[in-house]
């Protein structure tokens, strides 16, 4: 077996984004992983917080059924994949700000979302997620104004500590009632964070919307022999 291989990569204004797949003899499986030079997003052996970010936020999504959705940041696919899950989500709009990852999913290189850019429910769009979050246009540029029911986001490490210093302007209160503006009524933002819940952030988030939760969620981790956590905020615009 294979113990190392690259299997795609590319430059972009943030840094060299890649994929690679090793077999790690810890965990006796293959690990997909995704770096943007040397600093870890992305690892296939951590995801039950991702999935998680899906099953909170729409969890709050009141409404019956065709639920339109976007996902902030498509990385290894398991926010998206999650998503899909729920049988009310009738369009599910992924916003990438890089073509490479993009185009891994499009080729079906990693075998547990084999399929996810090929679902009739998916549009996969290569563009800057915060600056159409905080556009009067938004998220559709056929259709400009356009709202949804709920937006997950996962591209930064956490509100203060984010890929690309650009990007904290978004966790403001400015920056997220712009966001907020391409919600529906009673619409819900979810967030996934690496660290734990932050009060300063918590704090923002109250500002802009209503019924904020913050929630830690649980994993085994196999490197530590203990439990890690990542954590999922949920807010719903008034």
């Known amino acids: 077996m294979t113990r190392f291989e690259e299997l795609g990569w590319r430059d972009s204004p943030m840094g060299e984004i890649s994929l690679r797949r090793r077999y790690d003899p810890e965990v006796r499986a293959e690990v997909y992983e995704v770096k943007l030079d040397e600093d870890f997003l992305m690892?296939?052996?951590?995801?039950?917080?991702?999935?998680?970010?899906?099953?909170?936020?729409?969890?709050?999504?009141?409404?019956?059924g065709d639920l339109e959705v976007i996902v902030g940041g498509l990385g290894l696919g398991y926010t998206a994949l999650a998503a899909l899950e729920d049988p009310r989500v009738r369009d599910l709009t992924v916003i990438?700000?890089?073509?490479?990852?993009?185009?891994?999913?499009?080729?079906?290189?990693?075998p547990d979302t084999v399929g996810?850019?090929?679902d009739e429910r998916v549009h996969l769009a290569c563009a800057d997620f915060f600056?159409?979050?905080?556009?009067?246009?938004?998220?559709?540029?056929?259709?400009?104004?356009?709202?949804?029911?709920?937006i997950l986001l996962d591209i930064d490490h956490s509100p203060s500590r984010v890929l690309h210093s650009p990007h904290a302007e978004f966790y403001t209160p400015a920056g997220l009632r712009a966001m907020a503006e391409h919600l529906k009524p009673a619409g819900v933002f979810a967030i996934w964070s690496d660290d734990p819940p932050e009060p300063e952030f918590m704090t923002v988030l109250m500002e802009v919307f209503t019924a904020v939760k913050a929630k830690r969620v649980w994993f085994d981790n196999p490197y530590t022999g203990g439990r890690s956590s990542n954590t999922v905020y949920t807010a719903i615009r008034t």
Do not use: K, N, Q
Request: charged fraction near 30%; proline fraction near 3%; aromatic fraction near 8%.
């Open 43 to 64: 690892s296939s052996l951590f995801t039950v917080a991702e999935r998680e970010l899906s099953h909170l936020g729409l969890a709050r999504v009141e409404s019956a």
């Open 131 to 150: 600056a159409a979050a905080t556009s009067a246009d938004g998220f559709d540029p056929e259709r400009p104004g356009r709202t949804f029911d709920a």
């Open 96 to 110: 990438e700000y890089s073509e490479a990852v993009i185009d891994w999913h499009e080729r079906d290189l990693l």
């Open 116 to 118: 996810l850019a090929a």
